[in-house]
């Protein structure tokens, strides 16, 4: 007479937890917003194991379809996950050949969606993402939390940029910029993280995306300037401290 199988224990294979619990390799701070012609995005190509700086040319903006660009903080694998999801989501649209195609907006409400019905699986897709876009003369540009809480506005950021960056934006962005204008403004924003972001890295790309055309740049460097007094001796007045 054959036993009964025996029933899988927490320590059997079966039970091998197979999903992200914790970010291994992440960026940093996306920041975005809307400029006279178009969007504009910006992120550093820092890549992050833990507190070390271990990649240094991961590109976090992408087009999607013909009207859209991401950008992602978090968790690097994750993000190549959400952008096999979308290249689906993209061929699928295509597929019709009707004429039409996914805008921004629509590409937006399929993020919030997806990243909410992960969340409530406790399995969460570990970013935040930026998703800007240009249908039809309409700019948009909005962002999506790792738990599915999004909204859009005239400029956006993520990580560190949501507090060190979004205080220039309300001081200098306008809806009049031009791309000039917005690309200053951005590496204004980018040099800021720069100096107080740990995770940064003096290597960024500025991605624009208009009615016509989506156009990310080649990498480079910000000038930099690091003799302030309180970068010289960071701990004067606070002896006795750690």
């Given at each position: 007479?054959?036993?009964?199988?025996?029933?899988?224990?927490?320590?059997s294979?079966?039970?091998?937890?197979?999903?992200?619990q914790?970010?291994?390799v992440?960026?940093t701070?996306?920041?975005?917003i809307?400029?006279k012609?178009?969007?504009?995005l910006?992120?550093?190509?820092?890549?992050?194991?833990?507190?070390t700086?271990?990649y240094k040319?991961?590109e976090?903006?992408?087009?999607?379809g013909?009207?859209?660009l991401?950008?992602?903080?978090g968790?690097?694998?994750?993000?190549?996950?959400?952008m096999?999801?979308?290249d689906?989501?993209i061929?699928y649209?295509?597929?019709?050949?009707?004429?039409?195609?996914l805008?921004?907006?629509e590409v937006?409400n399929?993020?919030?969606?997806?990243?909410?019905?992960?969340?409530n699986?406790f399995?969460?897709?570990?970013?935040?993402?930026?998703?800007?876009?240009?249908?039809?003369?309409?700019?948009?540009?909005?962002?999506?939390s790792?738990?599915?809480?999004?909204?859009e506005d005239n400029?956006?950021?993520?990580?560190?940029?949501n507090h060190l960056?979004?205080?220039?934006l309300?001081d200098?962005?306008?809806e009049n910029l031009?791309?000039?204008?917005?690309?200053?403004?951005?590496?204004?924003c980018?040099?800021?993280?720069?100096?107080?972001?740990?995770?940064?890295?003096?290597?960024?790309?500025?991605?624009k995306?208009?009615?016509?055309?989506v156009?990310?740049?080649?990498?480079?460097?910000?000038?930099?300037?690091w003799n302030?007094?309180a970068?010289?001796?960071?701990?004067?007045?606070?002896?006795?401290?750690?």
């Amino acid at each position: 007479m054959e036993s009964a199988p025996a029933k899988s224990s927490l320590m059997s294979p079966e039970s091998d937890i197979q999903r992200t619990q914790f970010p291994y390799v992440t960026g940093t701070s996306v920041v975005g917003i809307k400029y006279k012609d178009g969007i504009l995005l910006a992120a550093d190509m820092g890549g992050s194991y833990g507190s070390t700086i271990r990649y240094k040319s991961v590109e976090r903006l992408k087009p999607v379809g013909k009207h859209s660009l991401l950008g992602a903080s978090g968790e690097i694998s994750d993000f190549q996950e959400i952008m096999k999801y979308l290249d689906e989501l993209i061929l699928y649209d295509n597929m019709w050949d009707d004429g039409n195609s996914l805008g921004p907006k629509e590409v937006h409400n399929y993020l919030t969606r997806v990243m909410y019905n992960r969340r409530n699986k406790f399995n969460p897709l570990w970013n935040s993402l930026v998703l800007g876009g240009v249908k039809n003369g309409q700019k948009y540009l909005g962002t999506v939390s790792m738990i599915g809480v999004h909204y859009e506005d005239n400029h956006v950021a993520t990580g560190f940029g949501n507090h060190l960056a979004r205080p220039i934006l309300r001081d200098e962005w306008h809806e009049n910029l031009s791309y000039e204008e917005g690309v200053k403004l951005l590496e204004k924003c980018m040099r800021v993280l720069l100096y107080r972001d740990r995770s940064a890295v003096n290597k960024l790309q500025i991605a624009k995306i208009t009615e016509e055309e989506v156009t990310i740049s080649q990498p480079y460097s910000l000038k930099t300037f690091w003799n302030f007094s309180a970068f010289q001796n960071p701990t004067v007045g606070a002896e006795g401290s750690w």
